[in-house]
């Protein structure tokens, strides 16, 4: 039960983290390194990007928890489906698994995620992007949109089973 709760949490975005900050992200690092054989956290340059998301001219932080490394846990923060992204705009916190990710201009910023294959039904090695854009209050995609994702239509789907039905 506890890898199903955990493999939730890094799959969804976690959201509604009042105030939190980058500095924050840090000091959570460093108390995870910690617990685990007393630990120490280094981190490179480029693992707190300031860039703007919400469209605003005013930059808001992406922590790459892969820039992270720890001295006495090999893969603290991530493993074969990639690593931690923590968004952060006003007092949300998002945070996604993801190989890499970029901030393309489509309209308006969009936050694209390098995802593990599964995400978009194939393998771990199949290209997979997740698109995030904010709209005000969240970070929204198409994943997050009329909840459960596998509630959304799929081309295909149903036409045997309606013929199934009808049949007699």
């Known amino acids: 039960m506890k890898t199903l709760i955990l493999l939730a ?4 975005p976690a959201t509604a983290q009042a105030g939190i900050t980058a500095e924050d992200i840090l000091t959570e690092a460093k108390a995870d390194c910690a617990s685990f054989d007393n630990g120490t956290v280094t981190m490179a340059a480029d693992a707190v990007t300031a860039v703007d998301l919400t469209g605003d001219g005013q930059p808001e932080s992406i922590v790459d928890w892969s820039k992270f490394a720890c001295s006495t846990m090999a893969s603290a923060w991530g493993g074969t489906g990639g690593s931690m992204v923590s968004v952060l705009i006003g007092e949300t916190r998002s945070d996604y698994m993801a190989l890499g990710w970029k901030v393309v201009d489509f309209g308006g910023p969009v936050l694209l995620l390098q995802v593990h294959g599964a995400e978009c039904g194939g393998t771990g090695s199949d290209p997979c992007v997740d698109a995030e854009v904010w709209n005000g209050q969240v970070m929204m995609s198409v994943r997050t949109v009329g909840g459960d994702e596998d ?3 799929v081309e295909g789907e149903g036409e045997d089973t309606a013929k199934d039905a009808a049949a007699p």
């Not at 949490?9 to 969804?12: E, G, R």
């Open 151 to 153: 509630s959304q239509p």
């Open 9 to 12: 949490a890094l799959v969804l």
